[in-house]
């Protein structure tokens, strides 16, 4: 096997393994205590020891103080905004009072010199502030610079250990070549049909596993939609069975109950309205009602007629009174000029004007009388051209139908004489358009009860040919009957005449056949004239009852033995009118009765209709019904059959794909599985074998390195920051003396000298840049000597600033102490017996090289 021979070629090469393994791990132990020691070890090179400074590189990594160091660049960034923002007001402050004006007003001067007082205060702080943030920008610069030293060191540092683990990571990958070779060769052997086989088992597996999930969903589908199907078949059915049933009961029920009764109420209907005698009523009262409607629209049309001749005679009357008082006011101005010709006064003179005006003004009325006159007159004479116009229009109209239907010779003659007719009528018309004006109140009055009056007249000529027609509608019925019964009486006595020449019993039975038609047919016309009898009798009581009620009019309003016989007489009159009506109704009481039901008989007649029609409608839904239940029923039989066929289907699929996965797949998968894992297995040893010792030590030292790049990275960005805040800190320094210098300057220019140098208490910069508390007004070098000194000084891995005070004496022995404490250090005896170790694990691994380089 394989496996025999790689083994074979790792652990049998003559035990020089043994020393390989050991050379390796002593180098890499001497490379990790070298590595370990050297981070003890930190060299300072700044040069200018203005704080103390105490690293404790046991917890103080160049990354993290990479990051202490940027974390102190950004404060003193918002140091230097702060003080940026204090010099912003001493500047504005100072542009303020170099405005300020003297005044006499001692409290007002007394604020202002305090306010420049104050100032001058401030701009002595903003100094001293200023300076603190050179002094703390400036240590940052020396942190930030020691940091990217650091940082640098501990590149090159990492460099040289990553190139160590490298060289032995190349060592062992030399000794275990062929350990290299066989998992190449199981990686191939892996991809190229270990792999690809096991995916395609996979696969095929959970390709029958996802074939028979969808199966068993496809089966529990199917078997809920056959249970559907087959409730759906059971309603269908139930549907159907009570259809029938309900169309059996609805046809003996139309059979049984709602025929007959519609027959009878037919039956009952037509009798009534085809009687003869009732047809007789009705025409009758329509003539009757009909000849009434027309007696009144006569009466309008004749009240409508004399409204309009009426308003034309006033017309014609105020001509004829125009006239008179024209004539009237003529004579009065010949009067008047007869006596203005024998006495030319003034009054005369005055008279005769008056007569003029009047004769103008009489002038003027019987001009528009004339013209409402003549207006009235033209508009006659435009309602007669109007009606000549639809005439020839009409005549024209059938003159063209005539030629149209028939081109002769005598139609295309009557055509042109038809068109000549229109063509006169179309320019009478127009000639009379043209004569007549509406243009007042009289003429428009008149126009309307003209037209008013023309309405009336068409009304009434239709409603007289209404009465008319009703009146020989009724008129033809009774002469019907007067001709059947004329009829009837001839067949009698043909019918007697035909027993008396042969007395059999069949010419018997028709003489009595054809009495009983005649008797029927007497009756008829007996009970049309006894109808007539009685619409006369009903006509001549309303009259008599119009008469007593006038006589009682009479009598109320002129009592007098005369209006009392008057009225005695009307009563009488009325009381035998009323009593003869009553006699000529019995006469026809039954004929009435029988017109008086049509409408309750109609109604009923109407109602039997409706429930007969219902019925026939409620059987033909339940038979369209039944129709479409029978194909639901057919459509869920079958569809219980199709349900049926997926449900058995699959089932037999469910089975072959059982069979197929428990007899060929699943084994097959198994297999596979196998294969692949014994493989990786394989693998995972070979592997193991060659990255156990080589492989973390080469992947710490690549991280070391990159972490180191990347801090160096880091560091390199916070020196330019803190640069550029030195530069910042540096101008702040000199805006801020220059602030100062200005406020001193109007502090000398502007507030008396007994106030000037109260504000003397402050601080004093050195030519360092350090911060001094001054406390006397006199600066004398016994003074410095003593002063109190505020200087910042880092403490701990991080390099924050933190204020101490002491005087220069001690500032000056601190200095010289940590000048010394941060003075180079030198490699201690423990590190030189590592250096010792590193050269002996050198020496073994070159022997161990050379020995493995004879063996082979």
Request: charged share 25%; hydrophobic share 35%; aromatic share 4%.
């Amino acid at each position: 096997m394989p496996s025999s021979k790689v083994h074979f070629k790792l652990y049998k090469a003559k035990k020089n393994w043994v020393s390989a393994g050991l050379v390796t791990t002593a180098v890499l132990a001497g490379l990790t205590l070298g590595t370990a020691k050297s981070n003890d070890v930190v060299a300072h090179a700044d040069a200018t020891p203005v704080a103390t400074q105490t690293v404790n590189q046991q917890t103080t990594t160049p990354a993290s103080q990479t990051t202490e160091t940027n974390s102190a660049v950004d404060k003193t960034s918002d140091q230097i905004s702060q003080v940026k923002d204090e010099l912003n007001k001493v500047q504005q402050a100072n542009d303020a009072n170099k405005n300020v004006q003297k005044t006499n007003d001692a409290n007002k001067a007394a604020d202002q010199d305090q306010q420049i007082v104050n100032n001058h205060k401030a701009a002595k702080q903003t100094v001293k502030d200023a300076q603190d943030a050179q002094a703390t920008a400036k240590l940052d610069v020396d942190n930030a610079q020691n940091a990217v030293k650091q940082a640098q060191e501990n590149v090159d540092k990492t460099s040289n250990d990553l190139n160590d683990a490298q060289a032995v990571q190349n060592a062992a990958q030399e000794s275990y070549d062929g350990n290299q070779n066989a998992i190449t060769g199981a990686d191939k052997d892996m991809n190229t049909n270990i792999k690809p086989a096991k995916d395609k088992a996979d696969q095929a597996y959970n390709d029958q596993l996802a074939y028979q999930k969808q199966l068993e969903n496809g089966l529990s589908q199917f078997q809920g939609d056959l249970e559907n199907k087959k409730e759906a078949e059971k309603a269908a059915q139930t549907k159907v069975d009570n259809t029938n049933n309900a169309i059996t009961d609805a046809d003996n029920d139309l059979r049984n109950n709602i025929k007959p009764a519609k027959d009878a109420a037919d039956q009952a209907y037509n009798d009534a309205i085809n009687d003869q005698d009732v047809k007789y009523f009705d025409a009758k009262d329509a003539a009757k009602a009909d000849q009434a409607a027309a007696d009144q629209a006569v009466a309008q049309a004749t009240k409508s007629a004399n409204a309009a001749n009426n308003l034309k005679q006033a017309a014609q009357d105020a001509v004829t009174s125009a006239q008179a008082t024209l004539d009237a006011a003529n004579h009065q101005l010949q009067c008047d000029m007869s006596a203005w010709r024998h006495n030319r006064n003034h009054e005369n003179a005055l008279a005769v004007n008056k007569s003029k005006r009047a004769v103008q003004a009489a002038e003027d009325a019987l001009a528009a009388a004339k013209h409402n006159l003549d207006n009235m007159n033209n508009y006659d004479a435009l309602k007669q051209a109007q009606v000549a116009d639809q005439a020839a229009t009409k005549a024209l109209e059938e003159a063209n139908a005539a030629v149209a239907e028939d081109n002769s010779e005598w139609n295309q003659e009557a055509q042109a004489a038809a068109q000549s007719s229109f063509n006169t009528a179309e320019d009478t018309l127009a000639n009379a358009k043209g004569s007549f004006v509406n243009d007042n109140d009289s003429i428009a009055n008149y126009v309307a009860a003209k037209d008013k009056a023309d309405a009336d007249q068409v009304a009434a000529d239709q409603a007289a040919t209404k009465a008319t027609d009703s009146q020989a509608v009724a008129d033809a019925i009774k002469n019907a009957a007067q001709t059947a019964l004329n009829d009837a009486q001839h067949q009698y006595q043909r019918e007697i005449s035909g027993y008396r020449h042969n007395p059999s019993h069949e010419n018997a039975v028709r003489v009595n056949s054809a009495k009983q038609v005649r008797d029927n047919a007497q009756n008829v016309l007996d009970n049309m004239n006894n109808y007539d009898a009685y619409l006369a009798a009903k006509d001549n009581e309303n009259a008599k009852l119009n008469a007593l009620y006038q006589a009682q009019q009479d009598e109320q309003q002129n009592p007098s033995d005369w209006t009392e016989e008057a009225l005695d007489q009307a009563q009488s009159e009325y009381d035998d009118a009323q009593n003869a009506a009553v006699a000529a109704r019995a006469k026809v009481a039954d004929k009435l009765a029988l017109a008086n039901s049509r409408a309750s008989l109609k109604n009923a007649k109407d109602t039997a209709d409706k429930a007969y029609d219902d019925q026939v409608a409620y059987i033909n839904q339940l038979e369209a019904g039944l129709n479409n239940f029978s194909n639901d029923l057919n459509n869920a039989q079958q569809a219980v059959k199709d349900a049926q066929q997926k449900v058995d289907d699959t089932n037999n699929a469910i089975t072959d794909a059982d069979n197929d996965m428990k007899n060929n797949i699943a084994p097959a998968k198994a297999a596979a599985d196998k294969a692949y894992n014994d493989q990786v297995s394989y693998i995972n040893m070979l592997e193991d074998h060659l990255n156990k010792l080589t492989g973390p030590q080469l992947a710490a030292a690549t991280k070391a390195h990159d972490d180191a790049v990347n801090a160096k990275t880091v560091a390199d960005n916070n020196l330019t920051k803190a640069n550029n805040n030195k530069a910042a800190a540096d101008q702040l320094v000199a805006d801020a003396q220059a602030a100062m210098d200005t406020a001193d300057a109007l502090v000398d220019e502007k507030v008396p000298s007994y106030i000037k140098h109260d504000d003397n208490q402050g601080t004093t910069t050195d030519d360092n840049g350090s911060t001094t508390n001054v406390n006397t007004p006199t600066d004398n070098e016994a003074a410095r000597a003593g002063a109190v000194v505020t200087i910042p000084v880092s403490t701990g891995a991080a390099t924050a600033t933190t204020p101490a005070t002491m005087t220069r004496a001690q500032y000056r022995a601190q200095l010289n102490s940590a000048a010394k404490q941060n003075a180079l250090p030198q490699t201690s005896n423990e590190d030189s017996v590592g250096i010792m170790a590193l050269g002996t694990v050198s020496a073994m691994f070159g022997l161990g090289l050379a020995a493995r380089k004879r063996e082979a």
